[in-house]
T-cell receptor, first 111, second 114 residues
Framework: GQQLNQSPQSMFIQEGEDVSMNCTSS?????WLWYKQDPGEGPVLLIA?????ELTSNGRLTAQFGITRKDSFLNISASIPSDVGIYFC???????????FGAGTQVVVTP | ETGVTQSPTHLIKTRGQQVTLRCSSQ?????VSWYQQALGQGPQFIFQ???????GRGNFPPRFSGLQFPNYSSELNVNALELDDSALYLC?????????????FGPGTRLLVL
């Protein structure tokens, strides 16, 4: 099956710093999704990307759908303590909602 | 809050037992997907239910089965539990829209198999 690689695995940053993470796939896909999971909760959708080259923002979050359709990145600007959590990229593996998730990037924000 | 609820929140079983997990979908949603999330990993797709029928399945053995009811709620059943079945089980509900479907996840059921 297709490979989905997410990096980095974890990040320890200071409050106020920017964060960047990315995902690459071995195949071309039409949709990239970014989710955040807090402890004891299910993943929550942050940003959905549907077109190659698309750049979308949600508050301090910005995500881009790579022009090759095989990669995507997520940036968090001016991090705050509530940004702590695990961030997942995901692909829509078929038209009907089967999602394939990356392994996640754990973000820790220190004061 | 997504409006998706799951029960129970935690469960402990022993090898060989059977377990049933439940999910109530968000109002207006007709599709439920189930995922298994092992510790330190991303969720893995188990299967999806639409109009009370299984619609797509991931790489899970037949001892993982499910149901969807007329009110769109759903159950996940796992027979002959194995130690590796210990995980967080997530359900996600959605309104069926090809290529634009957004899934809303519940908080999950944490299963421990001893």
């Amino acid at each position: 099956g297709q490979q989905l690689n997410q990096s980095p695995q974890s990040m320890f940053i200071q409050e106020g710093e920017d964060v960047s993470m990315n995902c690459t796939s071995s195949s071309i896909f039409n949709t990239w999704l970014w989710y955040k999971q807090d402890p004891g909760e299910g993943p929550v959708l942050l940003i959905a990307l549907y077109k190659a080259g698309e750049l979308t923002s949600n508050g301090r979050l910005t995500a881009q759908f790579g022009i090759t359709r095989k990669d995507s990145f997520l940036n968090i600007s001016a991090s705050i303590p509530s940004d702590v959590g695990i961030y997942f990229c995901a692909l829509r593996a078929d038209s009907w909602g089967k999602l394939q998730f990356g392994a996640g990037t754990q973000v820790v924000v220190t004061p | 809050e997504t409006g998706v609820t799951q029960s129970p929140t935690h469960l402990i079983k022993t090898r060989g037992q059977q377990v049933t997990l439940r999910c109530s979908s968000q109002s207006g949603h007709n599709t439920v997907s189930w995922y298994q999330q092992a510790l330190g990993q991303g969720p893995q797709f188990i299967f999806q239910y639409y109009r009370e029928e299984e619609n797509g399945r991931g790489n899970f053995p037949p001892r993982f089965s499910g149901l969807q009811f007329p009110n769109y709620s759903s159950e996940l059943n796992v027979n002959a539990l194995e130690l590796d079945d210990s995980a967080l089980y997530l359900c996600a509900s959605s309104q069926r829209r090809p290529d634009q479907e957004t899934q809303y996840f519940g908080p999950g059921t944490r299963l421990l198999v001893l």
